[in-house]
């Protein structure tokens, strides 16, 4: 493994610059409650018996859900992948016959890794190539990745929070100061029936996507949310003021880890802060629940500390783990040669043939 910083609490700047080596066995189970808090940590393979062994009857919720892949059918169609029990999704290749294929977006989870590398060969040249972003807490490792893949790179870090330690710990001073603020104005609770939202959350996210010119799949589309707030694991918190919904945060819990799928405030919502009401009492809802909690990634398509919502992020979290793009191709001549007719033989972009076309 490699070297991690470790941060104590919100304000020891001492701490986050002390460094260990932790192994895996370190950093998840009871034991990690006595390690400091890790900072910048390698793939963190949570002993799980119910990811690690497709025998032990594995819930299928969040991302791992059959119903995850199809609510995003509009957008490719479903393959599933029937010995790790994942599922990838196949899109044509425009001005072509041919096919290739993406994970599920955000994030691909499956079953029994183990067996991710025999359901990929199977494959053949049936498809020109894939590329996912497996679940970083899935049951994974590096060297399994690299064994299903031939291109797997850090694509950028998630920030992740330790639910086994004391929020007061956890929380920045400076969040926690905005959060006192943003309470006495913006009430949030438990969205018991995340799909009788589903008409406030179309709205919302509408305004998320004109603010930031979200297009593709990025943008998902009504079908898919009406699918999506209905998958078993999803989790809902309302965010309301004057009478009125002004935010809905969104998260799929997965085993002992609750990813964040996406969120979205009105106008109102933004003015008020309303997003440091929503995570605070997000993570007051899952503690003693899970023991991870997974931010998300900064700004862009790389790891950068040092934009806006990297900040902000890192003042709720304990740490930091690496998600990787994993790529492969399955029809090296036909790779190729459609890069090459569009121009784009070596290209980094992946796969080369798709450069500039919206994801």
């Known amino acids: 493994m490699g070297t991690v910083t470790h941060r104590q609490g919100c304000d020891n700047r001492a701490a986050r610059r002390s460094v260990a080596r ?24 949570p002993e799980f018996p119910c990811q690690m062994n497709a025998g032990t009857g594995f819930a299928h919720t969040g991302y791992a859900h059959a119903d995850y892949a199809a609510s995003l059918a509009g957008f490719g169609t479903p393959r599933h992948l029937r ?14 016959p041919y096919r290739d294929a993406i994970g599920p977006y955000p994030l691909f989870s499956c079953r029994d890794w183990s067996q991710l590398a025999l359901d990929l060969d199977e494959i053949g040249t049936d498809l020109v190539s894939l590329m ?29 929070t330790d639910l086994s330690q004391p929020l007061e710990k956890i929380v920045k001073k400076s969040h926690r100061e905005t959060v006192a603020r943003a309470t006495k104005k913006v009430q ?12 406030k959350w179309i709205e919302l996210f509408d305004v998320l996507v004109k603010r930031h010119h979200i297009t593709g799949i990025r943008a998902f589309s009504p079908d898919a949310f009406a699918k999506q707030l209905g998958i078993p694991g999803m989790v809902m918190f ?32 933004y003015e008020l ?87």
């Not at 990745?145 to 950028?156: G, N």
């Not at 949030?188 to 008409?199: G, K, R, S």
């Not at 085993?255 to 979205?264: E, K, P």
């Open 22 to 45: 932790l192994i895996p066995s370190q950093l998840s189970g009871s034991e990690t409650s006595a390690v400091p808090l890790p900072r910048n940590m390698d793939h963190v393979i």
């Open 132 to 160: 996912v972003v497996p679940a970083p807490f899935d049951g994974y490792s590096r060297p399994l990745l690299e064994q299903c893949f031939a291109q797997v790179t850090p694509f950028k870090s998630h920030y992740v």
């Open 83 to 96: 010995r790790s029990d994942g599922w990838i999704l196949e899109r044509q290749i425009p001005g072509t």
């Open 188 to 199: 949030v609770a438990h969205c018991v029936e995340p799909v009788a939202h589903l008409t």
């Open 273 to 359: 802060r309303a997003s440091y009401a929503t995570k605070w009492f997000m993570l007051n809802h899952f503690a003693g629940k899970v023991r991870w909690v997974d931010l998300g990634g900064g700004a862009g398509v790389s790891s950068n500390a040092t934009d806006g919502l990297s900040i902000y992020k890192d003042g709720w979290s304990t740490g930091t783990v690496p998600a990787y793009l994993c790529c492969r191709i399955f029809n090296h001549s036909l790779y190729d040669s459609l890069s090459s007719a569009c121009g784009a033989s070596g290209s980094s972009y992946f796969p080369a043939y798709r450069a500039g076309i919206p994801f």
């Open 238 to 269: 309302e965010a309301r003021a004057n009478g009125e919904t002004v935010g809905l945060d969104l998260w799929y819990t997965q085993a002992d880890v609750a990813y964040g799928h996406l969120v979205a405030f009105s106008e109102l919502g």
